[in-house]
């Protein structure tokens, strides 16, 4: 066995650089070729809006092809059903309330960013550069790979400001105004900024995929290749629908498609073309054979027919997908493909976006962190072995997850805001609301707890809490969820 010491920045949370090891697996030193990693992350996309999950209205032949070679967990789960948390958990095996990225907006808040005249971009870049620091001080994948000598390139969806502040060595995404389509912002003062969601990035998948072609090509030409890690996560199919009509009417060919669901079916079938494309770039370039694709959802996201949106042209989104503690905005399907290794395969019990990065160190033989020392370990849970056939997916196992709304009243104060916590082990599902200073909950999503039988009752219509037999269950979950945070008042 090979041990790797990994030098990492730390942060309160870590009283030690964390240590990860080998797994016996490992090929750190050895002479099979690297493993690269691609991960490519969907954005607002509900976890049933895929051929392979069971729609065959919507138009996905590229992803259900990698989904037909891939460990499929179908039960996956993203801990808060909007972008930016979730996208910090899948990049650093962190909770939010771990990695301290809980909000989309940092205070004061996107209105008063955006609204108040005297906030100019020098003040709005510093707001958002204070958050921007948490990402700085924790370890993150691209920052763990770069001490194995990867070389990562950051594309599409980024809140962190520079890809550079989570460890990436190459990226679009540099907290300044684009100029482009998406991603920029004019405040109240008429001063043009980088909304915070990408900028530069968000051409990718949408406008180009030329930035990954460069990277590859840099790659490949290199005496000694490095390995690489892509992170790849298009501003699709999130809105604006705006597809282009070869889209739209494939979208319309299918069977059964109603109105309001058109432009966001459209938008998957766009997003799935540039899986092919991503997949021929690796091909192409001969590195298929030892490059892992992981698939995640960063969250659910379904179009409602009540919510059109005159002024964008647009339908708005379900009360129980994005931004809610339901299925349909915190489920995901999670892949594995890496040829000659993972075994394609489904997998129905519950994981989480929380094991991504243990399973990626796994697969590069960077190898799962030491779980046995205390302050050390990530939450998450290694599934390469699962993943490969060396070990069944533990059915038992419970996932947890938080809610809060967009705007954080205090960094570093998630307890002021939790808004939700949910847990679900087996089919049972616990959702827990929290109100604050005599507000009801955010969102209004729930008033008081709720449980739900997720295989007999996937849409969460049938609230279990209070009828007879269901006490114990209810207790049980709670006490779970406590013991995985207990936020306090
Ligand atoms: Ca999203």
């Not at 490519?40 to 070679?69: C, K, W």
């Not at 299925?327 to 995901?332: E, I, M, P, W």
């Not at 969102?443 to 295989?455: C, E, K, Q, V, W």
């Amino acid at each position: 066995m090979i041990a790797v010491a990994v030098s990492l920045v730390t942060t309160a949370g870590f009283a030690e650089p964390p240590t990860f090891i080998s797994d016996g697996s490992s090929n750190a030193g050895g002479s099979k070729p690297p493993v690269n990693v691609v991960l490519i992350v969907s954005d607002d996309q509900t976890y049933t809006d895929f051929g392979f999950m069971g729609n065959e209205r919507v138009h996905t032949p590229h992803l259900d092809e990698l989904a037909s070679q891939s460990a499929r967990f179908t039960h996956g789960y993203v801990p808060s059903s909007v972008c930016r948390p979730s996208l910090v958990t899948i990049l650093t095996g962190l909770y939010p309330h771990e990695h301290g990225v809980f909000f989309n907006h940092p205070p004061p808040g996107f209105a008063k960013l955006s609204k108040s005249p005297e906030i100019s971009r020098e003040r709005f870049d510093a707001y958002r550069g204070e958050a921007e620091s948490l990402i700085r001080n924790v370890p993150t994948l691209p920052r763990i790979l770069a001490g194995q000598g990867f070389r990562s390139l950051q594309t599409g969806k980024f809140w962190e400001g520079h890809h550079r502040n989570a460890g990436f060595t190459d990226g679009m995404t540099t907290a300044t105004p684009s100029g482009g389509k998406y991603g920029d912002l004019v405040l109240a003062s008429g001063d043009v900024v980088a909304h915070g969601n990408g900028d530069h990035g968000l051409a990718i998948g949408r406008e180009t995929m030329r930035p990954i072609e460069a990277f590859l090509d840099e790659v490949v030409s290199e005496s000694s290749p490095s390995p690489f890690l892509i992170w790849y996560a298009p501003f699709l199919p999130h809105v604006p629908h705006d597809s282009p009509e070869r889209f739209v009417r494939l979208a319309k060919s299918r069977p059964n498609v109603k109105p309001h669901e058109l432009p966001y079916f459209a938008a998957i079938a766009q997003f799935d073309e540039t899986i092919g494309q991503l997949r021929s770039a690796i091909e192409k370039r001969g590195l298929a054979k030892q490059t892992l694709f992981v698939f995640v959802v960063d969250n659910g996201w379904q179009p409602d027919a009540g919510k059109f949106r005159q002024t964008k042209g647009e339908w708005d989104h379900t009360d129980n997908s994005k931004r809610a503690p339901f299925d349909a905005g915190l489920r995901t399907p999670i892949l594995f493909h890496l040829p000659g290794r993972t075994v394609p395969a489904t997998y129905e019990a519950p994981v989480s976006s929380i094991d991504l990065l243990p399973t990626i160190l796994a697969a590069t033989g960077v190898g799962p962190p030491n779980r046995s020392l205390p302050n050390r370990s990530l939450p998450g849970v290694n599934l390469w072995p699962v993943a490969t056939g060396q070990a069944p997916a533990d059915g038992e196992r419970a996932v947890f997850g938080e809610l809060y709304p967009g705007d954080a009243r205090e960094l570093g104060k998630p307890e002021q805001d939790i808004a939700y916590r949910w847990v679900r082990r087996g089919r049972y599902k616990l959702i827990v609301p929290h109100a604050h200073a005599g507000h009801p909950p955010w969102g209004g999503y729930l008033t008081r707890p709720a449980l739900f039988d997720i295989s007999s009752d996937p849409g969460e219509a049938r609230d279990l809490s209070r009828r007879p037999g269901y006490q114990a269950v209810r207790d049980e979950l709670n006490s779970l969820l406590d013991q995985w945070w207990a936020p306090g008042p």
